[in-house]
């Protein structure tokens, strides 16, 4: 157990609507990640928040957005859902934002699987 | 960003040691190696990280060629639980930024019992 916890474990919707994927930190860690991973693309990275700060943009969408709240917890938003964002999601946290590897190592959520139909 | 080179797949006998070997000759001189690992149905786990020095932990040893070219991850004795794939990543470079891990294929390592 990493000790970063997401909700819900599995989603089931469909095409065109909006889902809001839910990720809490470990204690004491300021970073949150969000990941996507897809048969076909892999693992990829789609955005960071710091203290509530966004810090770094991957691959995410325009139709996705992230945000990070003052109790640390983080929200993944998408919307406009197609068949192709089907998919697993992780969230990962670290205590830092860069500058000690560490600090910066990441600790990731057991996933929420999405199901677009 | 530099790219990591992993072989597809690697199998191993349980209870013997498995050498995962990793090739990052376009390496910058402020990139740290990490490896990652994801066994079935989880998220990455971290396994370790280092700069120029072999490191040890309790999961596993890294290697590290003194060029920074290469590296490899040693599991000293592996369990049926090693079965996973494993990911080698550079990060935390010039930049200092905690950015996201970059994935790439990874290497699919198979235990037989």
């Known amino acids: 157990d990493s000790g970063v916890t997401q909700t819900p474990k599995h989603l089931i919707t469909a095409t065109g609507q909006r889902v809001t994927l839910r990720c809490s930190p470990r204690?004491?860690?300021?970073?949150v990640y969000w990941y996507q991973q897809s048969l076909d693309q892999g693992l990829q990275f789609l955005i960071q928040?710091?203290?509530?700060?966004?810090?770094a943009k991957g691959n995410i969408l325009e139709r996705f957005s992230a945000q990070q709240f003052p109790d640390l917890h983080s929200e993944l938003n998408l919307s406009s859902l197609e068949l192709g964002d089907s998919a697993l999601y992780f969230c990962a946290s670290s205590v830092g934002f860069g500058g000690n590897p560490a600090l910066d190592t990441q600790y990731f959520g057991p996933g929420t699987r999405l199901t677009v139909l | 960003d530099a790219k990591t080179t992993q072989p597809n797949s690697m199998e191993s006998n349980e209870e013997e040691p498995v050498h995962l070997p990793c090739n990052h000759s376009t390496i910058s001189g402020t990139d740290y190696i990490h490896w990652y690992r994801q066994l079935p149905s989880q998220g990455p786990e971290y396994v370790i990280h280092?700069?120029?020095s072999n490191v040890n932990n309790r999961m596993a040893s890294l290697a590290i060629a003194e060029d920074r070219k290469s590296s490899t991850l040693i599991l000293h004795r592996a369990t049926l639980r090693d079965a996973a794939v494993y990911y080698c990543?550079?990060?935390?470079?010039?930049?200092?930024?905690?950015?996201?891990?970059?994935f790439g294929k990874g290497t699919h390592l198979i235990i037989q019992p």
């Open positions: 990543i550079l990060g935390g470079g010039s930049g200092g930024g905690a950015d996201g891990l970059t």
């Open positions: 928040y710091y203290n509530g700060e966004e810090r």
């Open positions: 204690s004491g860690d300021l970073s």
């Open positions: 280092g700069l120029t």
